[in-house]
């Protein structure tokens, strides 16, 4: 075999490598809030100069980790999609110290909550995936394992915030799945059904997001729609 032919191993090589130089791996972290951003901002995140920053994103791009759209005169780069994200936030887990017992590193402005990419991580989407399995609105699907499947009650519960089920399950994604939580080290839900969810939450403001973070804030009115709606006290 040529050296020079790809390998699955020389593939994940290259995209470790990708990831692993310091600037772009800040960049990619940046980019984990699902918004969008110029090669100017993320120079900045990276902390190197507009040109190193180019260079830096056409490596990104090059390994499918970044994308860039075009609008008039402005180039934006967000991550190429939830794969990335869950390659991201598990490299974050991966990174902690080991200890006898777990502590979290995470800084304590996204411990609560946050965005994993299109979805809601932290302790409130935790215990949010744990109080929806104790309601008997989750309970682990038929395929492989850490797939959810969303039972009749629940689906109309989920329908009572406007989530129309059908449309979700429509998505060419997967629907529901256990997303290994950075700080938690428990699951919160990933796929189409984390994002309907992450949607439903701050379109009806029971969160806020932070415009220059991946935080979400709770609201007064949010925590009274989950101990109403949900039972939870948050």
């Known amino acids: ?27 990619l972290y940046c980019l984990l ?12 995140v990276g902390e190197v100069s507009a040109s190193t920053a180019s260079a830096h994103l056409a490596r990104l ?37 080991s200890r006898s ?3 979290p590193t995470t800084p304590a402005h996204l411990r609560f909550a946050r965005t994993c990419y299109d979805h809601m991580a932290g302790r409130a989407a935790v215990l949010l995936r744990d109080r929806f399995e104790q309601l008997r609105w989750l309970c682990a699907g038929a395929g492989s394992e850490g797939e959810y ?13 406007g989530i129309d089920m059908d449309a ?12 290994v939580d950075w700080s938690e080290r428990r699951p919160h839900i990933a796929g189409a059904l984390g994002q309907a969810l992450l949607h439903a ?3 009806r403001k029971w969160f806020v997001q932070d415009l220059d973070s991946r935080a979400l804030k709770l609201t007064p009115p949010g925590r009274r729609q989950l101990r109403a ?3 939870l006290d948050l």
């Open 61 to 97: 791009i090059e390994r499918r980790l970044v994308l860039m759209t075009s609008q008039g005169k402005h180039r934006y780069y967000r991550l190429a999609g939830p794969a990335v994200a869950r390659v991201l936030e598990a490299l974050s887990a991966a990174a902690e110290p």
């Open 168 to 179: 979700v399950r429509s998505q060419r994604r997967r629907f529901a799945y256990a997303c």
């Open 229 to 231: 709606r949900f039972g």
């Open 1 to 27: 075999m040529s050296v020079n032919q790809s390998t699955p191993d020389a593939g994940a090589a290259g995209v470790a490598a990708a990831i692993g130089e310091p600037a772009r791996a800040r960049m």
């Open 33 to 44: 809030d699902g918004h969008a951003r110029t090669s100017t901002e993320l120079s900045i």
């Open 101 to 103: 017992e777990f502590a």
């Open 149 to 161: 499947e969303v039972t009749a009650a629940g689906r109309a519960a989920f329908a009572a915030l």
């Open 201 to 203: 939450a701050l379109e």
